[in-house]
């Protein structure tokens, strides 16, 4: 399909030896919002970066398929991954200091991201300055913001350059890592709003990775979910609105504290979160699970597709449309 | 409900920057209020707002410049000045006032198995006598969920999941048969799917009917769940407190508008929030209301006066110039 932006099949990647994404396919398409949950260590994080090919050593690499924009990613030479890399996919790291160079301006910093892809054109007449300027102002920063040095901006406003780093050569797909775990409840709403907008401008797709499902159900197209390096949900929101089908999508909705209005109380899941380095056998959930069966200890469930769009990877949930 | 602590008009400042342009951040100011006996109390707010360092002083490991703290007996009471205290008042302090941290893969020491913080906390406070210590690690630790308590006693902090660590911060913290226990966001760090297990635990805590909780959290969700009363915190003062409920359900001051409606998990995306982005400013603040420079509503009066704390209803208060008593 033409509007298939990142298709990423089967994909399996290590640490040295230890595995810790394990057959996972993802698609992307124009315009969407998938967003990527999951507990710390689930893999939702090396996913994408592996797919993208930004995982630092021992990550690798062990099996699967990226193609974007119909391209075989990991194909690609040195020279083809740095165009990718800022043209074809910005990308706003975990922890915006890091993303941020401290000896540079944020002027010095977007005038690097310029020089480095000389082949895309600059808008004519207009400065370089002016071309922060401009894309300060999209993100919500005052202009005068270019001469700042990153220690000196708050940790909202930390994100937002990190954010306008990365649309600097209007890339058509956005990748965001816990983008707001760090932030204050306010300033999270600020930035989400601030995204909605630039999308409704400009138009790209995003992948958002977070561990708040509830945020995802307001803010996402498509959600898939990550447990112990496996993908165990994935589907369009609409498939999420009554809770989800995978029991632990609907046991992480269930954890959560009930908002004003709602009356349930919350039930945690009982044990803790399976390491993909050392996954229980069968279905990695099945030790956590109330509806686990002995079918669940010994044969992995495969993912099975319940509508369009929506697959689930549980013995117990019935593929096909019906419920 | 009968006092177990009292704050009034605590004030605390840090120094910020080097010569010639040190300055003085005011990180808590005028902040006062109250935990009763068997009452869990959350101070919320952003970062910056002072919510940890008030946690802080009440432990007695930050001073504070201006203002007290009162632990009521049953019989004594200790009242915390801060000036400097002989070595048996500040242990007796620390007795009956504990800290749980944030994080407690920090928060542990990682080249002790868990029993021992447990254990040293019990014979520092003359809880145990040497010959049955190991018992009551044993069942301290089963108290917070940690069966079977000796087998985990001798395991490291890096062999326990992060929600079975910060069960152990919990175990040590009750371990001085503590008044008092301060949580600093206990389950922030934590996975999302356990969270709720754990703040269970401090409903548990509660239940004993003497020991009182303050929690400090940015979660609005669990406060609510689990908070007797709230007190919200903005730029180091107190712009509301009340019954939890009636706060976070229908908020009275513009700010704790802001945050229950920045919180709410079903509006539009696209609707903007009820005031102004923005940070608090705490270094060199002005004279008025330090929400008014952001304030929807925000007159005259409010950038120049600061408002007082006006009750709305017997246990409710609110610090605005906009807000009526009723």
Redesign the interface.
């Given at each position: 399909m033409a509007d298939v932006l990142l298709e990423i099949t089967d994909l399996r990647v290590r640490y040295g030896a230890v595995p810790a994404v394990d057959g996972v396919s993802l698609t992307v398409r124009r315009g969407e919002v998938l967003g990527l949950v999951g507990?710390?260590g689930s893999g939702k994080s090396t996913a994408l970066l592996g797919a993208l090919r930004l995982l630092p050593f021992p990550g690798r690499i062990a099996g699967g398929q990226v193609r974007l924009e119909g391209h075989d990613l990991l194909a690609l030479d040195a020279a083809g991954m740095r165009r990718v890399w800022g043209e074809r996919v910005g990308l706003v790291p975990q922890g915006a200091l890091s993303a941020l160079n401290p000896v540079l301006t944020l002027e010095a910093s977007l005038a690097e991201t310029f020089a480095a892809h000389p082949d895309v054109p600059a808008p004519a007449g207009v400065s370089l300055r002016e071309r922060g300027a401009a894309l300060l102002r999209r993100v919500?920063l005052d202009p005068a913001n270019l001469r700042a040095f990153p220690h000196q901006l708050?940790?909202?406003m930390r994100q937002r350059a990190a954010l306008a780093l990365a649309l600097a050569l209007d890339p058509p797909l956005l990748v965001l890592d816990e983008p707001t775990t760090a932030l204050?409840?306010?300033?999270?709403?600020?930035l989400?709003?601030r995204l909605?907008?630039l999308r409704?401008e400009a138009g790209f797709a995003m992948v958002f990775i977070t561990?708040?499902?509830?945020?995802l159900?307001?803010?996402a197209t498509h959600i898939g979910v990550f447990y112990a390096g496996e993908l165990v949900e994935v589907g369009p929101v609409a498939a999420f609105a009554d809770g989800g089908a995978h029991p632990y999508t609907r046991?992480?909705l269930a954890?959560?504290?009930?908002?004003?209005?709602e009356d349930r109380v919350?039930?945690?899941?009982p044990g803790?979160?399976a390491s993909a380095a050392a996954p229980p056998s069968g279905c990695r959930f099945h030790p956590r699970c109330p509806l686990a069966t002995a079918r669940c200890a010994a044969e992995a469930p495969i993912r099975a597709h319940r509508g369009p769009d929506h697959a689930v990877a549980c013995h117990a949930v019935p593929s096909g449309a019906a419920r | 409900m009968t006092p177990l602590l009292t704050v009034e008009g605590l004030g605390v400042e840090f120094p910020v920057g080097n010569w010639p342009r040190r300055r003085t951040l005011r990180a808590s100011f005028d902040v006062s209020f109250s935990v009763g006996r068997g009452e869990i109390v959350a101070l919320v707010g952003e970062s910056g707002s002072g919510k940890s360092t008030i946690g802080r002083v009440i432990a007695r490991i930050l001073p504070a410049k201006a203002g007290r703290v009162t632990l009521h007996g049953p019989g004594e009471r200790d009242t915390d000045s801060f000036g400097p205290r002989a070595g048996e008042a500040s242990m007796r302090w620390r007795q009956r006032v504990q800290l749980i941290f944030q994080d407690p893969a920090a928060s542990l020491n990682p080249v002790f198995p868990v029993g021992h913080p447990v254990a040293r906390a019990l014979r520092l406070h003359g809880r145990a006598d040497p010959k049955t210590v190991d018992e009551r690690v044993a069942a301290a630790l089963e108290a917070v969920g940690l069966h079977p308590g000796a087998t985990f006693a001798t395991r490291y902090p890096h062999q326990l999941s992060g929600g079975q660590r910060q069960r152990v911060s919990i175990a040590r913290a009750l371990a001085t048969d503590p008044d008092l226990v301060i949580a600093d966001e206990p389950t922030s760090m934590l996975d999302v799917s356990i969270r709720m297990d754990i703040l269970r635990l401090f409903t548990t805590i509660r239940a004993s009917g003497t020991r009182s909780v303050l929690l400090i959290t940015h979660d609005l969700a669990s406060a609510r769940l689990v908070a007797d009363r709230v007190v919200v915190l903005y730029a180091g003062e107190v712009m509301e407190l009340g019954p939890a409920r009636a706060v976070l359900d229908a908020p009275r001051h513009p700010y704790a508008q802001l945050l229950a409606a920045a919180a709410t998990r079903s509006g539009d995306l696209r609707a903007p929030l009820p005031a102004a982005e923005g940070a608090p400013k705490v270094i060199d603040p002005g004279p008025g209301c330090p929400f008014a420079p952001r304030c929807a509503q925000a007159t005259d009066r409010c950038r120049a006066e600061r408002p007082a704390l006006t009750a709305v209803s017997p246990d409710h208060a609110v610090r605005c110039h906009l807000v009526r008593p009723e």
């Open positions: 507990e710390s919500g708050s940790g909202g204050d409840v306010v300033v999270e709403r600020e989400l709003r909605v907008q409704d561990h708040d499902l509830a945020l159900r307001e803010f046991g992480l954890a959560l504290p009930p908002g004003p209005g919350p039930v945690s899941i803790h979160a | -």
